[in-house]
């Protein structure tokens, strides 16, 4: 009985094993076929171009302005007109040729107010004083402040300014893109010498 049962245990046993190698295929364990790669996807447009930044500013360390020198006028000018020298060392011909000059007179103070008015030269005074300002450049150096009568043969008379000074701002300014310079001969003597943090 113990003997066919073994048997029997062995013929099942065998027969789980012989089952076992038929139901495995060769091809079993063996990766299987790659797939098609399928299409690569539209490519994104590239970004557009950042807008340009505005041009900086000349910086006011490149800046040179004089302190206000005495007008050396006379009192009372008896001829049509008058000029005087002012030496500016500092306007070189850079300046000359590629920067900007810019020249203002102050007024002698009002004896009542204590106030002075600035003015940017060139500027013709009307029927009041039928006076003008004006400056002019011969040579590097040399900057000349001139006054005339406004009225043909009439004498200069008393000149309104009693003290003048200069600014120098280099030139080289580019324009390109879209930014714009600053028209510096448009601003005010205050607004110019709060942009550029000038002393008086």
């Not at 062995?10 to 076929?33: H, I, K, M, N, Q």
């Amino acid at each position: 009985m113990k003997k066919t049962m073994k048997l029997t245990r062995t013929f099942f046993s065998a027969l789980f094993v012989a089952s076992l190698l038929f139901a495995c295929s060769p091809e079993d364990g063996e990766d299987g076929a790659m797939g098609v790669q399928g299409e690569q996807g539209p490519q994104g447009a590239a970004g557009a171009d950042g807008a340009q930044g505005e041009q900086g500013e000349v910086g006011s360390a490149n800046v040179i302005y004089s302190g206000w020198i005495p007008s050396e006028f006379d009192n009372n000018i008896i001829a049509t007109s008058d000029s005087f020298l002012i030496d500016a060392p500092e306007m070189t011909n850079d300046f000359i040729e590629q920067g900007i000059i810019l020249v203002y007179g102050r007024s002698t103070p009002n004896p009542i107010t204590i106030d002075t008015d600035v003015f940017s030269l060139p500027i013709v005074f009307g029927v009041a004083r039928q006076q003008s300002y004006y400056f002019r450049v011969e040579q590097a150096g040399e900057l000349y402040i001139a006054m005339a009568s406004t009225v043909e043969g009439q004498s200069a008379g008393v000149p309104f300014f009693s003290e003048y000074r200069y600014i120098l701002i280099p030139g080289g300014q580019t324009t390109s893109g879209k930014a714009t310079p600053l028209d510096y001969t448009k601003m005010t003597y205050q607004e110019l010498t709060e942009h550029f943090g000038i002393e008086e």
